[in-house]
């Protein structure tokens, strides 16, 4: 028995690296004292009725938020024990397995785990208010996607103490990732923590598009939108027609794999390039869709920071379009050297060239929005100014990496890492962390401290350009990606120890952006006007946290940015009162326990098959279809909010008289 | 100005309160078009891995040596019939007759529940014959293609026995009605998809 036990624990966790054992013994910790608070404090209720439950679009952008930046402190250590390791020349602080798995875990957190569920979370915090809606169109649906990611994070996850995490490289290359040669359990985890969450995304997808077309107050034509919405909508739209591709790119390496399939196999007709060709066709339209509302963003703060209307609107929109359009037909520059022959890659190069126009339009258009504007340095027009630069620099190297012939002499070398690191941390990361000062009064009530901002703002710009600038020179001294060590003789070891330093800057950044909202949370300047930055969009018109129903009276809108028209017409003085008779009760979505239920029934579905337990996956998918029916026999989904509640709570904010 | 704006918004207020569980409804059936369009992509995915790996039979047997063409086309027939049945269901729900309604349901479910066990039928065969979703790529595409299609008519069968008990308890009412007019969609989707997986693999397999 006691052998029998001891074997099992032996192949069910990871054992024999104390990096490892200091993980399992912080997160044991940790659990014990998130418990030990719950318990202790009687929290329970008040966790499931006012966040487990909620189907509440501002407290679900909360809790996508504050899971992606939990997200981004793992994927940063999987960075930071990266250039460890790549320090200087054979180091052996970790293994070579190790750093396999190391690698591929920090690429899949970062774009799935972290920055799909920070936009999500600004998707959330933003849109319904900036459209003047009261939710988002499918407001279950969207906790019930909240959880899918939550649940599909934490089983990836989980891989790295139990079983073993996948390390086949951040998008499973087979023939690697099959059996033959990833026979651990590591890839099924993979493939279920994706596809779980995967399906989130694509509702979350589905559920902005119809938010956008139908629920904008009215008055809001399309082109009377504010640019952060456009750059949601197209967003969405490249979801619906990306994700599902990866859902059957995973499942079809899930059949493989599972049921001995011969799809990507070297035996048995197998075609591994199959495989390459499909998730490419998700993964390239997957940067555009973390990409464009970070365009959004910036539209959004360049033009209240400047105090102008945005230069270009409509040239912005066609941008954004356009771009959602091409980031389809660009796929084939991630494998030029796939060998598929002079005129294939040309047409794919020749598209890849072509999104540098629309980018470059929008960035003219920043610009002559920032000429002879009135700029504001405050933090999220310093993350923005920021991003220009560095995003110009990312994408003229992405336009050298799409010159298909030199391609063979970039490809898969450090050259490539520095560049799209250059485009998702100078466009992504900063683009949402300048959304997150932006936005974070509205949604808290208070601005994130100025001086521990400018701090972490340094510490990420100078460690940026520390950090991947030499990898620039790296790839062309020949330094390949993946490798986990090199040789004195290589001639690379001054680069790298640059390029290390550069990492922990940005990670130091990190730990006072941490440092900043627990200060700020305390000391946080409070934001009483509802409108802190004089800002020019309708979420600015509602108070800072917004009531429940976000609009006591839904707005009318007649023109762009009529918020600020509006503040303007009355020269800025505070907004008049809105008498009670105008009040009225307010049709709102019902909590629901369903949705968190239904996606832990996922995770342990998935959690079944990747340990082939046939008894835990089959019950967990019965688990999810019950959950479906028991929705399905709900009717008693919504509620009115009384009157006499919607008038007491607007005039303790001083809106109604 | 603002007077425009005062009478747009008590219009638009007496609109949200009038038709407000109206257009919630009608939103869904939007959203569920849009869902529509990311299964059309899914199909898609797996038809054109299906057309690439058609040819990688790796020494097996083929597609003209598998399939049996009276059984596919009895379930084209099959499932044809009940798309026709789920739509004469809808019209049954616009006549406001709930019985007539859940009858026409029952028949369709029964057509797509005779077609899974022909599909069942045919898999089982196949796997009789030595040809498993393991024999080579060309099998491995299929059997995941067909059996997605499958799968996909076996949850809109539960789906539907769920919407008759609704029905029966509810009647008809603005909410069952998207419910229904979702479904059929559904089904009729369903139905669009056989056609390709007819022609595409079945046609042009034995061909």
């Known amino acids: 028995m006691y052998a029998s036990i001891k074997s099992f624990a032996s192949s069910f966790f990871v054992t024999g690296d104390p990096l490892i054992y200091g993980a399992d013994v912080s997160i044991v910790l940790t659990s014990i004292a998130v418990l030990f608070v719950l318990f202790y404090f009687k929290k329970w209720g008040w966790l499931w009725r006012e966040w487990l439950t909620t189907v509440d679009h501002k407290k679900i952008g909360i809790m996508y938020l504050f899971a992606s930046l939990l997200m981004l402190f793992r994927g940063g250590v999987d960075a930071l024990l990266m250039r460890t390791q790549l320090a200087l020349p054979n180091v052996q602080f970790l293994q070579a397995d190790h750093y396999n798995a190391v690698f591929t875990t920090h690429g899949t957190i970062m774009i799935l785990f972290m920055a799909m569920p920070m936009m999500f979370g600004l998707f959330n915090m933003v849109v319904p208010l900036q459209i003047g809606a009261r939710d988002v169109a499918y407001p279950f649906l969207n906790s019930v996607s909240f959880w899918l990611f939550f649940f599909g994070a934490m089983l990836f996850n989980l891989s790295f103490v139990i079983g073993g995490s996948p390390d086949a490289g951040w ?3 087979p023939p690697l990732s099959e059996m033959s040669g990833s026979p651990g359990v590591g890839e099924n985890f993979y493939i279920w923590g994706i596809q779980i969450s995967g399906i989130g995304s694509l509702a979350t997808g589905i559920n902005f598009i119809v938010t956008i077309l139908k629920m904008r107050a009215p008055g809001m034509k399309f082109m009377k939108m504010p640019m952060f919405t456009w750059s949601v909508f197209s967003s969405s739209i490249i979801i619906i027609f990306a994700f599902p591709i990866l859902t059957v790119t995973l499942a079809l390496l899930f059949i493989d794999r599972y049921m001995g399939g011969h799809l990507f196999t ?32 910036f539209s959004e703060i360049v033009a209240t920071f400047s105090r102008k209307r945005i230069f270009g609107y409509k040239s912005m929109v066609f941008a954004l379009l356009s771009i959602s359009i091409l980031s389809f037909f660009t796929w084939v520059h991630h494998f030029f050297t796939m060998g598929s022959g002079a005129d294939v890659n040309v047409a794919f190069a020749i598209a890849t060239m072509a999104i540098g126009i629309p980018t470059g339009a929008k960035v003219f258009n920043w610009l002559f929005t920032m000429f002879r504007g009135r700029i504001r340095l405050e933090q999220p027009m310093m993350w923005t100014l920021a991003f220009i630069p560095c995003f110009v620099v990312g994408g003229a190297t992405g336009v050298m990496l799409a010159v298909a012939p030199a391609d063979y002499q970039y490809h898969n070398s450090y050259f490539l890492i520095a560049h799209f690191h250059q485009v998702l941390i100078g466009g992504v990361v900063f683009g949402y962390l300048a959304g997150i000062y932006y936005w974070w009064p509205k949604l808290f009530g208070f601005k994130l401290n100025e001086r521990l901002g400018k ?3 340094w510490l990420w710009n100078i460690g940026f350009y520390v950090c991947f600038m030499p990898q620039y020179a790296l790839g062309f001294m020949g330094m390949t990606r993946r490798v986990y060590t090199y040789g004195w003789d290589m001639g690379w070891g001054p680069l790298n120890l640059v390029s290390t330093i550069g990492a922990f800057l940005m990670g130091i950044g990190f730990v006072f952006q941490v440092w900043q909202i627990l200060y700020s949370v305390k000391y946080g300047e409070r934001d009483t006007t509802g409108d802190p930055w004089n800002a020019r969009t309708l979420e600015w018109s509602i108070p800072s946290p917004p009531p429940m129903y976000n609009f006591a009276v839904v707005p009318v809108v007649d023109e762009r940015d009529s918020f600020w028209e509006d503040k303007e017409r009355r020269d800025f003085a505070p907004a008049p009162p809105v008498p009670v008779s105008k009040l009225e009760s307010i049709h709102m979505p019902k909590n629901s326990g369903v949705p968190i239920i239904f996606a832990a029934c ?37 509620y009115y909010v009384p009157l006499e509640e919607v008038i007491e709570t607007e005039k303790a904010a001083g809106r109604a008289v | 100005m603002q007077h425009a704006i005062e009478h747009n918004h008590s219009k638009h207020a007496a609109d949200s309160h009038d038709h407000g569980h109206h257009d919630q409804e009608s939103m869904k059936v939007l959203g569920f078009w849009i869902f529509l369009v990311t299964d059309c992509l ?16 790796d020494g097996g047997p083929t597609g003209k040596e598998l399939f049996e063409i009276p059984g596919f086309v009895a379930e084209t027939f099959i499932l044809l019939t009940s798309s026709f049945t789920s739509g004469l269901a809808v019209l049954a729900m616009n006549k406001g007759k709930v019985n007539q309604l859940i009858g026409w349901l029952i028949v369709t479910a029964v057509l797509g529940a005779s077609f899974v066990g022909l599909e069942i039928n045919e898999f089982v065969n196949m796997v009789h014959e030595g040809a498993t979703i393991s024999t080579s790529a060309f099998l491995t595409a299929f059997f995941t293609l067909v059996g997605t299609h499958g799968l996909h008519v076996s949850v809109g069968l539960i789906w539907m026995i769920g919407l008759m008990v609704q029905l029966k308890m509810r009647g008809i009412t603005s909410v069952t009605r998207r419910k229904i007019t979702v479904i059929s969609l559904y089904w009729h989707f369903l139905d669009v998809v056989w056609i390709f997986l007819f022609t595409i693999v079945y046609l042009m397999g034995v061909m």
């Open chain 1, 266 to 297: 070297m035996d048995g007709g197998g075609f591994p390039m199959m495989y390459i060709n499909l998730i490419w066709m998700w993964g390239h339209p997957e940067v555009y869709i973390v990409v464009l509302p970070a365009f959004g963003i």
């Open chain 2, 42 to 57: 899914l199909f898609g995915t797996l038809f054109a891995t299906y057309i690439v790996l058609k040819g990688h039979v």
């Open chain 1, 455 to 457: 701090y972490a703002f």
């Open chain 1, 171 to 173: 998008l499973s290359y």
């Open chain 1, 602 to 638: 996922w995770f342990i579905a998935g959690f079944g098959f990747v340990f082939d337990w046939k008894w835990m996956a089959f019950s967990g998918l019965a688990g999810v279809g019950i959950s479906l029916l028991v929705r399905s026999f709900t009717y008693d989904t919504d």
